[in-house]
T-cell receptor, first 115, second 115 residues
Framework: NAGVTQTPKFQVLKTGQSMTLQCAQDMNHNSMYWYRQDPGMGLRLIYYSASEGTTDKGEVPNGYNVSRLNKREFSLRLESAAPSQTSVYFC??????????????FGNGTRLTVT | AQSVAQPEDQVNVAEGNPLTVKCTYSVSGNPYLFWYVQYPNRGLQFLLKYITGDNLVKGSYGFEAEFNKSQTSFHLKKPSALVSDSALYFCAVRDGIDNFNKFYFGSGTKLNVKP
């Protein structure tokens, strides 16, 4: 059981380049999330998807787009990378049913450096 | 608005001694609280959660957490620390009213357990 799989693990971009971070989960969870982790700031929510076909903004959505391709996959795209987007990106999933939900399950992260 | 505070950036403890990692929260509605642990170059792993019921919650790896409604705290504890407990610990709260898909994380506390 792989859980949440993220690719790539590492990436270096030049300012202005674009890229897509891929995420897939095999737990049949309905909700998926993208977070970024920066030193001293914890995890901040970029976008989330409560179900297939829906996406919503989190705390820091500017500069990002997402696609919920199907129930398993949720991708994050940087259209024009900026140095401020240098961070570690985590994908997570959860089963949310009304007021009850499973804990978040996280991938191992993508370390992105924008020069 | 929901928020979580972890007042200590770092906690140092000797192996075999009890440890406490502090967390306070602010939430509308019923608090759903979580603790996660992050080892180097890995995603976050779920330790324990509080939803309702007993104020002392037991979790993985011998950890437990004490929920205190009057002090709005959810401190993580372990009676006897191990060197292998050294990691980054995050407290999180789930939105209790507006959006059950939103989780808010603290800034993290680095736990150092010395032999």
């Amino acid at each position: 059981n792989a859980g949440v799989t993220q690719t790539p693990k590492f990436q270096v971009l030049k300012t202005g380049q674009s890229m897509t971070l891929q995420c897939a989960q095999d737990m049949n969870h309905n909700s998926m999330y993208w977070y970024r982790q920066d030193p001293g700031m914890g995890l901040r929510l970029i976008y989330y998807s409560a179900s297939e076909g829906t996406t919503d903004k989190g705390e820091v959505p500017n500069g990002y787009n997402v696609s919920r391709l199907n129930k398993r996959e949720f991708s994050l795209r940087l259209e024009s990378a900026a140095p401020s987007q240098t961070s570690v990106y985590f994908c997570a999933s959860s089963e949310v049913r009304g007021p009850y939900n499973s804990p978040l399950h996280f991938g191992n992260g993508t370390r992105l450096t924008v020069t | 608005a929901q928020s979580v505070a972890q007042p200590e950036d770092q906690v140092n403890v000797a192996e075999g001694n009890p440890l406490t990692v502090k967390c306070t929260y602010s939430v509308s509605g019923n608090p759903y609280l979580f603790w996660y642990v992050q080892y180097p170059n890995r995603g976050l792993q779920f330790l324990l959660k509080y939803i309702t019921g007993d104020n002392l919650v037991k979790g993985s790896y011998g950890f437990e957490a004490e929920f205190n409604k009057s002090q709005t705290s959810f401190h993580l504890k372990k009676p006897s620390a191990l060197v292998s407990d050294s990691a980054l610990y995050f407290c999180a709260v789930r939105d209790g009213i507006d959006n059950f898909n939103k989780f808010y994380f603290g800034s993290g506390t680095k736990l150092n357990v010395k032999p």
